[in-house]
């Protein structure tokens, strides 16, 4: 799994920088309530998405969470005293305090459905009555764009990744929340090509491709035999889902 103080630097030049957080940001306002003043953004990064959506909307007070310490410095530089350090399985706020929640590329990397489901509980706890929690679903699969790259991964070791629609819709009714929308948005620059695929795997992106190992060493040699190293594929389109807390 990536470092994600070692990613802080280069995260946001590596995926897409503005355009890409631009598009998020517009997705996950779209699905909030005109009303909604407060937003807690859960698994914030580097605030490039938190920012647009402080920015966006007058009124709206946001504030940004993460765990680690490096992106967290680069949220603070763009939302100043608004981002605190703390896991999102256990949100350092009281239950209802916000309008909205938001979690953007988050769920599918906390490691198991147990610990999305704690995730997905907390958001819950601390949203309103009539506050909107919204989420990416699908991550992983949304990557999965058809190319031969695609073809060349399609066949490493399988996974259950903890953010499928249907893992994530299970998560919120548990927790007493209902369905209240979808919005779809292009993961502008996120297009791999076969280079970028072997360096995303060099740098431990695939989960049950360890870097160093021989499986990860055979599949960057099946990756770099392809034709056009350089040029990017599609983008990928990534889903979101609003729940409503009754």
């Known amino acids: 799994m990536l470092d994600y103080d070692q990613e802080a630097e280069r995260y946001d030049a590596l995926r897409g920088g503005e355009p890409r957080a631009e598009a998020a940001a517009e997705a996950v306002l779209g699905l909030l309530p005109a009303q909604a003043r407060t937003l807690l953004d859960v698994g914030c990064g580097t605030g490039i998405v938190t920012r647009r959506l402080a920015a966006a909307r007058a009124g709206l007070r946001v504030t940004g969470v993460d765990l680690a310490p490096a992106m967290l410095r680069r949220a603070a ?22 309008d909205a929640v938001s979690s953007v590329w988050l769920l599918h990397l906390v490691g198991s459905p147990d610990a999305a489901r704690t995730v997905v509980g907390e958001c819950a706890r601390v949203l309103r009555p ?8 699908d991550k992983g699969a949304a990557h999965n764009v058809g190319s031969d790259i695609d073809a060349v991964l399609a066949a490493r ?19 007493g929340l209902v369905p209240a929308g979808e919005a779809r948005f292009t993961g502008h620059g996120q297009g791999r090509s076969p280079r970028r695929a072997i360096a995303d795997l060099r740098r431990g992106w695939f989960m049950t491709l360890p870097p160093g190992t021989p499986l990860a060493d055979l599949f ?27």
């Open 157 to 175: 070791p399988p996974s259950v990744p903890p953010d499928t629609r249907r893992a994530v819709e299970g998560y919120a009714r548990e927790h």
């Open 130 to 137: 009539g506050g909107v929690y919204v989420t990416t679903v």
């Open 220 to 246: 960057a040699a099946r990756l770099a035999a392809l034709p056009e190293q350089d040029r990017p594929r599609p983008d990928p389109v990534f889903t979101l889902r609003a729940f409503r807390r009754p």
């Open 77 to 98: 530089g763009r939302l100043p005293g608004r981002v605190v350090r703390a896991d999102s399985r256990r949100l350092p706020f009281p239950d209802g305090v916000f």
